[in-house]
């Protein structure tokens, strides 16, 4: 079932193209601002999971310090460093200035961390899958956007189309008049109501043009472009019949729909966060190793060097039960996000069922549309007949052609909404980004 309605030739100045609907989706993928943010926030995550990774390494640190000193403890120490502390000529209690350079290496190796870092890493890791999943869902939304203002472009030029159409009927109505009056048989009124009529289709032909005008740039807009770039678009508004079935939409949308993939992920963290936890009751244990050289007068030298290695083991035996807290909210968290995932899995089945109803109101719409231009076409045909044998008024015969013009534009509006229900559909069921190009075939 398609309605066609005359092309009007539309030219827009300057170095502007023709564009598809595929080619406006992938320059707003592409050039989005959102988007683009959101993809250099996946690549923070992404080094982010890299530095957790890198606490799995060795750290390895050069050091150098230097420290002068009248305290007994330290003075003494400095001496001992560089092998000259005099034991029976140095007064313990007031043994003088002195200085030390240090100048070394410092290795530290975690060897087990009660799993903590591990699990840091599966955390971060996990947030740079959650970071892609949100990226993937305002990808769905950009490209809804972007449908919407392609097929509000290809709405604004059948409103053009029929606008036009609406002119050339009121051409040839006003042409009847001045036939009529020239026959004696109608009134110079007639012919003065007829151009009338004209201008007042005129009129709404450049309102329609300048919502054109606007809905290209709107479209501009949605891809990333500034408003005044100059574009054209492809195809027309037509009617292609689709059929769903509203329990596979809710199972496609349940599997498909970013947010719930997020979420799935978010309540995979919280048993990374639950690891973190218990990691607390468990043992921590490292070794560590340093080779130093010590100086008392200049940097960077030696008057005597060092080395030790050693291993080290910790347990948290008690901190005012802070760890036992931790664990028991690290376990609710995982009930809170259950939470989350069936409110989002609800509310997705009813923006589903609202997109499916939609679309089934849209696709009557266009039916009684389609059937409301058939009747208003076959309603002029006798009026124009009747007005001509001097049977009907003029005003009969341009409140008919108004109920054409109307009709034409209800038809249009069925169309677009119509169109646009169908994208709603595929963007509630989550199938958007692979079918988005059937919305023009």
Do not use: C
């Amino acid at each position: 079932m398609r309605l066609k309605i005359a092309l009007l030739s539309l030219l827009v100045a300057g170095n502007a193209y023709g564009i598809t609907l595929d080619e406006a989706v992938k320059t707003a993928l592409e050039r989005n601002n959102q988007l683009k943010a959101q993809k250099i926030e996946v690549k923070e995550k992404q080094y982010d999971y890299k530095a957790a990774k890198a606490h799995l390494l060795p750290k390895v640190e050069l050091f150098t310090n230097y420290n002068k000193t009248t305290d007994p403890p330290y003075a003494i120490m400095n001496r001992m460093e560089v092998k000259k502390l005099d034991m029976y000529n140095t007064d313990f209690n007031d043994p003088g200035k002195s200085q030390l350079f240090k100048t070394g290496l410092k290795v530290e190796v975690p060897i087990w961390m009660g799993g903590k870092i591990r699990t840091a890493v599966d955390l971060t890791k996990k947030e740079v899958k959650a970071a892609k999943e949100r990226l993937k869902r305002d990808e769905n939304r950009v490209i809804l956007d972007v449908v919407k203002a392609y097929y509000g472009v290809l709405t604004a030029k059948a409103f053009v189309e029929t606008a036009q159409l609406a002119v050339r009927d009121a051409e040839r109505h006003l042409k009847d008049a001045e036939t009529v009056y020239k026959a004696g048989v109608g009134l110079k009124s007639d012919v003065l109501r007829a151009k009338v009529y004209l201008e007042q289709m005129r009129e709404n032909l450049v309102k329609a043009q300048s919502a054109y005008q606007v809905a290209l740039r709107a479209l501009n807009v949605a891809m990333g472009l500034y408003p005044n770039s100059e574009i054209t678009v492809e195809g027309d508004l037509t009617y292609r019949p689709y059929s769903f079935n509203l329990n596979s939409l809710i199972e496609e949308a349940l599997k498909n729909r970013p947010e719930l993939k997020e979420l799935q992920v978010r309540y995979q963290q919280t048993k990374d966060l639950e690891k973190l936890a218990k990691a607390e009751f468990l043992p921590h244990i490292g070794a560590f190793g340093e080779v130093f050289a010590a100086d008392s007068k200049v940097p960077w030298d030696k008057e005597n060097s060092s080395w030790m290695v050693g291993f080290q083991a910790t347990i948290n035996l008690f901190n005012g039960g802070a760890k036992f807290y931790k664990l028991r909210k690290s376990k609710l968290a995982s009930l809170k996000v259950k939470e989350y995932q069936e409110q989002a899995k609800k509310g997705i089945a009813f923006e589903v069922s609202k997109a499916y109803y939609d679309f089934l109101s849209a696709q009557k719409r266009v039916e009684l549309a389609k059937a409301a231009i058939e009747s208003a076409q076959e309603s002029l045909r006798i009026v124009e007949t009747r007005y001509k044998n001097g049977l009907a008024t003029i005003t009969e015969l341009l409140d008919t052609q108004t109920a054409l013009n109307q009709a034409r534009s209800n038809y249009v509006a069925a169309l677009s909404n119509y169109r646009m229900a169908v994208a709603q559909v595929y963007y509630a069921a989550g199938l958007l980004p692979k079918r988005y190009d059937e919305l023009v075939q």
